[in-house]
Every structure is written in structure tokens, then in C-alpha cells.
């Protein structure tokens, strides 16, 4: 039985690889390739593996039933909470849309500006941040990237810088939150320990925002020519006769985004008081969405819901939860066991596994992708939990978060904004190619991961 045990590990984690590499490739669906490893696993795991044991002693579930059903124990894998965030989520982006609220938001920002391109860069770069706060990546992404290029072309400036600037600013203000981004969702459905809402917020937002100026000040320095380019007099002329309103059939359901953001971010914040999961709030907060816009739930379920993103993180749930069963992840998480076993204290241990983290976690996230490096980096920390006889503090559990998140800007393999945001340039002919982007961007990915090791590394010594 332990030969077939490791053989069937060894087989899962070639089916994990070879489904990451599917995923790297642009020719291959993503969603039939995910699906594909995720049965080929399940096959595995039943027919070679002791899976009962291997769910208890790698990933701690308790299967009680002396004749368990193979189907309940893996459906345990698909954390309900990140899908019900993002069904939920998905279906208040739609409705907010239809109401013409982004467009008011951007024509808003054109006009406050005055069309200056300096301020206007900061302006859709902040906007970016807020918006990835409470959105998911890609709806966010597919919402300003587009929004940026119409603004440039009214301002025949150079869209490159600002859309790149928003793509970045997609993942670092996508941070703050544990809904505003994929993996974000998963490290903290995840995590082994508790922690609010606002507890999750108030350990990365002060990061966030040093890394959102940073990001400003590197993107000014390096494209300042475009970023100060001069608009003339008629264009000025043309933006100051703006009327923000212009672009809305209601305003009262302007107003009613106005409130229903509120209302969610609001109720986030209150989670741990009502004693409800942020998954749960944010079903309620779309189905009241859902009767003050006076729609029906079944329009939004069919044609707002991303369905296929959400059949894919299903399916990848399902997958590494197979491959962290498995065991292929044990050796990786002995590594990291090594420094809590050195003569030194808890705290410069933590430090080491700190260093560790960040040096591993942003390369492995930019060309894995940080959705797939998340699902890891959380099996890695819920073994090295339940082994280590000290508790894990929380600065070290953020340092992953950082490195998963930074990680996903480094090359466009990390994320599927950065991808998309290319994708927009291409669409406007600018050719901005992998070697372009990583040439450029590099640099920023060096300096976030520095100041994020400091800032992990402060909040372990003072014992968060």
C-alpha cells in the first residue's frame, strides 16, 4: 500500500504540473485543462491511494463515518465561502454596472482633473485601488482597463502607462481586503486560526497604500514624459463643458450603487458582530441589490454570474486540495519545519520562515500563478500549524499573503489582470511583449518585495 501511496502521489503531482503548464499555455482552455487534471487526480487518489488516511494526516479532517463516501470527503476540498463570495460579488458588479455608476464615476474623474494627465493618472490609479478593495480582480480590470483607454483617446495621451499603472494597482489594491481578490479569498477562508474581517484589513491596508505611492512614484519616474504630456487649450476647453450625468439613465440608480456598495462594505466590516461569514453578507447584500433595482435574480444568475471562473476555482479547489492530500507537499513543508527546529527563539524562527517565504513565494506565484501559488502556500501553512508547537503568528501567515500577491504583478503569467491589461494594449495596437514587461516592471516587483519582507518582519517582532 505505501508503494502505490507514493506512486500515486508521484502521479498527481506530474498531473499538477502538467496542468499548471496547460494553464502557462494561451492556446489551451483553461477551464478543460483544470478539468481535466482534477479528474485525472480523483481517479488517482481512489484507485491507488489510502485517501482516508491521507485526508486526516495531511490535510486534518476528521472523517468519523466508519464507511465514508468518497464524494462527501472530496467536495470538502471546494471552499464554499470563496465561491459564494464570488457569485455573490459577480452579480452586485453587474447591477452596479448596469446602472451606469462607472460611467458617471469616470466622466467624474475626467472633469475633476481638467483633463491634466498628471493628476489624472493618480486619480484612475486611486480609483483602481478602491474599486479592487471590494471587486474582484478581473471585474475590475475589465471595467477601468477599458474605461482608461477611452479616457486617453479623448486626451490623445499614450494609454500604455495607465493601463499598465491599473493593472498593477488591480493586485495592490486587491490586498486590503479578504474579498477583493482570488487568492486573498482563499488565504483567509484558509486560515487555521481565526480573524475578522477588520483584523484581515487592519494587517494590510497601511501596506497597501505604501505600495500604491511606490508604485505612483516608479511608474512616474520611469514614463514621466508620457504622464506630463501637455493637452491643448480646445481639449481643455471640451473637458470643462463635461457633464457627468450625461452618461446616466437614472440617477436614482446611481444613487442606489452609491448605497449598495455601502451596504456591503458595511456589512463586511459588522460580519464578526452579526456572527455571518463574509460569503453570507455578500449573498445578501446581491439579493437586496436585486429588489432595489427592481430586477429579477434569475437574469443576473444567468448572464451576470461568471459561471466558468466559477467552475474553474471549483475545480482548482478540488485539484491541489487532491495534490496537498497527497502528501507531495510534505518534503516542502519539512523544509520549512527546519528553521522552527534550530536552536533559535520562536521569533527569529519565524523571521527565517518569513525570509523564506517572500524569497520563494514571489517568483514561484509570478510564473505558477498566484491563484494556484495561494491554494499551495495555504496547505503549506495549515501543515506547518498543526506541526509546530508554537502558535504561527500572524506576520508570518501575511508575509505569504504578500509575497502570493506581489508575485502575481511579476510576469503575466501571475495574474490574469496583468494579462488582460496587455491584452487591452494589444487591442489598441500597442505591442507590449513578456520580456517588455518583466524588463520594465522587475524593478517595482524588487522594491515592494523588499518593503513587504520589512513590514512581515516588524509585525513578528512585535508579536502580531
Known amino acids: 500500500m505505501a508503494v502505490l501511496s507514493l506512486l500515486g502521489s508521484i502521479i498527481i503531482t506530474i498531473i499538477v504540473l502538467g496542468t499548471i503548464a496547460g494553464l502557462m499555455n494561451e492556446n489551451f ?93 493618480f486619480s484612475i490609479g486611486g480609483l483602481t485601488f478602491f474599486i479592487s478593495m471590494f471587486f474582484d480582480n478581473l471585474s475590475a480590470i475589465i471595467l477601468l482597463g477599458s474605461l482608461t483607454i477611452v479616457i486617453c483617446k479623448q486626451l490623445d495621451v499614450n494609454p500604455l502607462p495607465f493601463v499598465l499603472f491599473v493593472g498593477i494597482n488591480t493586485i495592490i489594491g486587491g490586498m486590503p481586503t479578504p474579498v477583493s481578490s482570488i487568492p486573498n479569498i482563499i488565504f483567509f477562508s484558509l486560515y487555521p486560526y481565526r480573524i475578522s474581517f477588520i483584523g484581515f484589513t487592519a494587517l494590510m491596508l497601511p501596506l497597501s497604500l505604501i505600495l500604491f505611492f511606490v508604485a505612483y512614484g516608479y511608474f512616474y519616474y520611469i514614463f514621466k514624459k508620457e504622464i506630463n504630456k501637455k493637452i491643448d487649450r480646445d481639449k481643455k476647453s471640451q473637458i470643462a463643458r463635461i457633464n457627468p450625468w450625461s452618461s446616466v439613465e437614472s440617477k436614482v440608480k446611481v444613487w442606489k450603487s452609491f448605497g449598495l456598495l455601502i451596504l456591503l462594505f458595511g456589512g463586511f466590516l459588522l460580519s464578526s458582530v452579526l456572527g455571518l461569514d463574509v460569503g453570507t453578507i455578500a449573498f445578501i447584500v446581491a439579493v437586496v441589490g436585486v429588489f432595489i433595482f427592481n430586477s429579477t ?132 495596437g500597442i505591442e507590449f511583449t513578456f520580456k517588455d514587461y518583466f524588463k520594465k516592471i522587475f524593478p517595482l516587483i524588487i522594491i515592494m518585495g523588499v518593503i513587504s519582507l520589512v513590514y512581515s518582519i516588524i509585525l513578528v517582532v512585535l508579536n502580531i
Open 297 to 428: 435574480l434569475k437574469k443576473y444568475v444567468e448572464h451576470g454570474v461568471e459561471w466558468e471562473m466559477i467552475t474553474f476555482f471549483v475545480m482548482l479547489f478540488t485539484l491541489m486540495g487532491i495534490f496537498a492530500a497527497s502528501g507531495a507537499l510534505v518534503p516542502l513543508s519539512k523544509l520549512i519545519l527546519i528553521f522552527f527546529n534550530l536552536n533559535f527563539s520562536p521569533t527569529v524562527s519565524q523571521i527565517l520562515v518569513v525570509i523564506f517565504f517572500i524569497i520563494m513565494g514571489i517568483p514561484l506565484a509570478g510564473f505558477l500563478n498566484n491563484t494556484s501559488a495561494a491554494l499551495i502556500f495555504s496547505y503549506i501553512f495549515i501543515s506547518i500549524s498543526n506541526t509546530v508547537p508554537v502558535p504561527i503568528l500572524r506576520g508570518t501567515w501575511v508575509s505569504l499573503i504578500l509575497a502570493d500577491n506581489i508575485g502575481g504583478a511579476l510576469t503575466p503569467l501571475g495574474s490574469v489582470t496583468i494579462l488582460m491589461s496587455l491584452d487591452i494594449l494589444k487591442r489598441e
Open 29 to 121: 482552455d483553461s477551464l478543460k485543462v483544470t478539468a481535466l487534471g482534477t479528474i485525472l487526480s480523483i481517479m488517482v487518489f481512489f484507485f491507488l491511494m489510502d485517501w482516508e488516511n491521507l485526508l486526516e494526516v495531511n490535510l486534518g479532517y476528521s472523517i468519523e463515518d466508519e464507511h465514508p463516501h468518497f464524494i462527501e470527503a472530496i467536495s470538502d476540498l471546494v471552499n464554499v465561502e470563496a465561491i459564494m463570495i464570488i457569485f455573490s460579488v459577480s452579480i452586485i458588479v453587474q447591477l452596479i454596472k448596469d446602472s451606469g455608476f462607472f460611467d458617471f464615476i469616470s466622466l467624474y474623474i475626467i472633469k475633476l482633473t481638467k483633463g491634466n494627465p498628471k493628476m489624472l493618472f
